[in-house]
């Protein structure tokens, strides 16, 4: 073992570099949606049984707005990590990880952006 895998090792950089990082935005994101989400589920069931207009009204308020895009990010970033880290652990075929973690992040930003222009069309 030479004395850069102990120095990397000891500064926390596994072979990519980057990995404490992926691992505490994962946590970080994790963190975040546990009172987001509880947020979110109390709105949806005391919206239970609203008219479209009640629902409409719930979403244009400017505070719920943001917090709704708030959840939408968090969740579809957390989605992202955890996906790639099972693409990488578990497809070993260099092209079809490569595809994967392709349409992984194109997916992933595809669904957020359409739900955060959907949340805004409301919303304005």
């Known amino acids: 073992m030479s004395s850069w ?3 990397r090792r000891v500064r926390g950089l ?3 570099k980057d990995g404490v990082h ?3 935005v994962q946590r970080l994101t994790a963190v975040a949606l546990v009172p987001l989400s509880i947020w979110f589920v109390t709105s949806i069931v005391l919206l239970a049984g609203s008219d479209h207009a009640r ?3 719930w979403i244009a308020n ?3 707005a ?3 895009m708030l959840t939408l990010i968090a969740m579809f970033y957390h989605l992202k990590l955890g996906l790639q ?3 990488e652990d578990y497809i070993h075929a260099k092209p079809t990880k490569s595809a994967c973690l392709l349409l992984n992040n194109f997916g992933n930003t595809v669904l957020a952006l359409s739900c955060i222009v959907s949340v805004l ?3 304005v």
């Open 5 to 7: 895998t102990s120095l």
């Open 85 to 87: 880290v099972v693409i």
């Open 121 to 123: 069309k409301i919303a």
């Open 62 to 64: 400017p505070v719920v």
């Open 22 to 24: 992926h691992w505490w």
């Open 14 to 16: 596994g072979t990519a």
């Open 66 to 68: 943001v917090f709704l």
């Open 55 to 57: 629902v409409t009204a």
